[in-house]
C-alpha cells in the first residue's frame, strides 16, 4: 500500500511537470491540457487501488489511513500546488511575471493564514470521509477494538496538529508587540 502511495506522489509530479513543460517548452497545447487533466486521475487510482484492496480482505493498515490522508491533502490542496508550479514554470521558461509571493506581514498574512488553515481543515474532513468509506467497505464498527480503530489513529494524531496549526494560524490575527531586547529595558 506504501508503494501505491508513493508511486501515486510520483504520478503527481511527472504529470504536473509533464503537463507544464508540454504548454511552456513544446507550445503543445492540447498535449498539455490532456496531461494536467490527468493529475486528478492519480487520486482516483490511488482511491481505486485501496478500495479493491479492502474489498478483497486487506488487512486495513495505517497505510490505508495515509491513503485517505494524501486523497484529502491532495484535493484541498492539489489545485494550489498545480498553480504553484504553474507560476514557477511560466516565469522561469515563458518570460511570466515573477511568482505570487504570500504576504510577510500584516492583516493580509493573518488571513492568508486562516484560508491555509481552513484548507487544511478541508483536508482532515475529506480524509475523515474517506476513512468513513474504508471502515463500511471492511465491514467494521468503530467500537469494534479490532479492524477499523487501526485506520482512525492517523486521524487522532493528525487531529493534534490540526488543533495546533489552527492555534498557530489564528494568532496572527492579534497584533502582536515586538519584543524589545535587552538595551531596550
Not at 107 to 134: S, T, V
Amino acid at each position: 500500500m506504501i508503494v501505491a502511495i508513493v508511486a501515486c506522489e510520483i504520478g503527481f509530479w511527472v504529470l504536473l511537470v509533464a503537463g507544464l513543460a508540454a504548454r511552456y517548452l513544446l507550445k503543445a497545447r492540447a498535449l498539455s491540457t490532456a496531461l494536467l487533466v490527468s493529475v486528478p486521475l492519480v487520486d482516483v487510482a490511488l482511491l481505486a487501488f485501496s478500495v479493491v484492496d479492502l474489498r478483497r480482505g486487506g488487512e486495513p493498515t495505517t497505510a490505508h489511513a495515509l491513503a485517505a490522508v494524501y486523497l484529502g491533502v491532495s484535493v484541498a490542496f492539489g489545485h494550489q500546488m498545480i498553480r504553484w508550479a504553474d507560476q514557477r514554470f511560466a516565469h522561469r521558461f515563458a518570460g511570466g511575471p515573477p511568482p505570487v509571493k504570500p504576504p510577510k506581514g500584516g492583516p493580509e498574512h493573518a488571513a492568508y493564514e486562516r484560508r491555509m488553515w481552513l484548507r487544511h481543515l478541508m483536508a482532515y474532513g475529506i480524509a475523515a470521509l474517506i476513512l468513513g468509506l474504508f471502515t463500511l467497505l471492511i465491514g467494521a464498527d468503530l467500537s469494534e477494538p479490532g479492524r477499523a480503530p487501526a485506520l482512525w489513529n492517523v486521524m487522532r494524531i493528525w487531529g493534534l496538529v490540526l488543533i495546533i496549526d489552527g492555534i498557530v494560524a489564528f494568532s496572527y490575527t492579534f497584533k502582536r508587540r515586538p519584543i524589545s531586547s535587552a538595551k531596550d529595558r
